[in-house]
């Protein structure tokens, strides 16, 4: 595929390249998986080798697991030795995350690709406005207990593996509507997406074994090469950003989350036709 992407342009592989080092950045410094980024890059970058919408956004959202997982392996390891991953939450969620993370694997094959793209894009507006509310979009004072407790991650899970959000991207507003904190939740995101993103990569792989019109490359849906042009980036950029995640004030950490969010719904908005 290295080979299909040059013959587009050189900026192709540029993209990719600057998309790894921005997955690196959102998921080193605010707990964000980059399926964010990924998905929408490489929606765009497919668009003329895969003819079939649903192959598209299901080849994408396969990669961009790829990506997320290289990506969070590093950063989870950074936030491990800089001691910013609450276990507490790690070990209150973790269950819910996983588990709703096989029911998003298992709905894959039925949502089309349009819906899943509209979703994709109205979830992350909610959760912008969310984060910008700041402690006006508090729900509770504090995480609820089980049962009850164990539908959020649920949802979180089931949201990342079926659409291609790490998980660690949802977890840190939703957790912001339990009154923690986003320097408490950014170290357990990043071990969320890495719980996620390898049983979603391993379960796209499998889903589209066999699948015509897909790159060479491609085991299933997970293309290899732009999934390693992206992942390798991340994995030198993200421990970097760990570290300085720990040290910005949080409500900066907000606002950057949020205008993260905004810029690519945007951007998937306008792809699709609906801003224009």
């Known amino acids: 595929m290295l080979?299909?992407?040059?013959?587009?342009?050189?900026?192709?592989?540029?993209?990719?390249?600057?998309?790894?080092?921005?997955?690196?950045?959102?998921g080193g410094l605010l707990g964000i998986g980059g399926g964010v980024i990924a998905v929408p890059l490489l929606l765009e970058l497919f668009a003329p080798t895969v003819s079939s919408d649903a192959g598209r956004a299901a080849l994408a959202i396969g990669t961009g697991q790829a990506a997320i997982l290289l990506s969070a392996m590093a950063a989870a390891i950074a936030h491990g030795k800089a001691?910013?991953?609450?276990?507490?939450?790690?070990?209150?969620?973790?269950?819910?995350?996983?588990?709703?993370?096989?029911?998003?694997?298992?709905?894959?094959?039925?949502?089309?690709?349009?819906?899943?793209?509209?979703?994709?894009?109205?979830?992350?507006?909610?959760?912008?406005?969310?984060?910008?509310?700041?402690?006006?979009?508090?729900?509770?004072?504090?995480?609820?207990?089980?049962?009850?407790?164990?539908?959020?991650?649920?949802?979180?899970?089931?949201?990342?593996?079926?659409?291609?959000?790490?998980?660690?991207?949802?977890?840190?507003?939703?957790?912001?509507?339990?009154?923690?904190p986003l320097n408490r939740a950014v170290g357990a995101g990043a071990v969320f997406n890495l719980a996620v993103a390898l049983p979603a990569t391993l379960?796209?792989?499998?889903?589209?074994?066999?699948?015509?019109?897909?790159?060479?490359?491609?085991?299933?849906?997970?293309?290899?090469?732009?999934?390693?042009?992206?992942?390798l980036p991340a994995i030198i950029v993200a421990p970097l950003a760990a570290r300085l995640s720990a040290r910005l004030p949080v409500a900066l950490l907000r606002?950057?989350?949020?205008?993260?969010?905004?810029?690519?719904a945007a951007r998937i908005l306008w792809r699709e036709g609906i801003l224009g």
């Open 203 to 231: 379960g796209f792989m499998v889903l589209g074994y066999g699948q015509p019109g897909l790159p060479p490359d491609a085991v299933g849906h997970v293309s290899l090469r732009a999934a390693a042009l992206l992942g």
């Open 3 to 26: 080979e299909d992407l040059a013959a587009h342009g050189a900026w192709t592989l540029v993209a990719l390249g600057l998309g790894g080092v921005a997955i690196g950045l959102v």
């Open 83 to 180: 001691g910013t991953i609450e276990g507490s939450i790690v070990r209150a969620w973790m269950p819910g995350i996983l588990g709703g993370g096989l029911i998003g694997l298992a709905l894959v094959p039925l949502i089309p690709a349009s819906v899943a793209v509209a979703t994709f894009a109205s979830v992350m507006i909610l959760l912008g406005v969310q984060m910008m509310a700041g402690a006006r979009g508090v729900l509770a004072a504090s995480i609820p207990k089980p049962p009850l407790g164990w539908l959020p991650p649920a949802l979180i899970g089931a949201l990342s593996a079926g659409l291609g959000i790490g998980a660690g991207t949802l977890s840190g507003p939703v957790l912001g509507l339990f009154n923690t």
């Open 255 to 264: 606002r950057l989350f949020a205008v993260c969010l905004f810029l690519i």
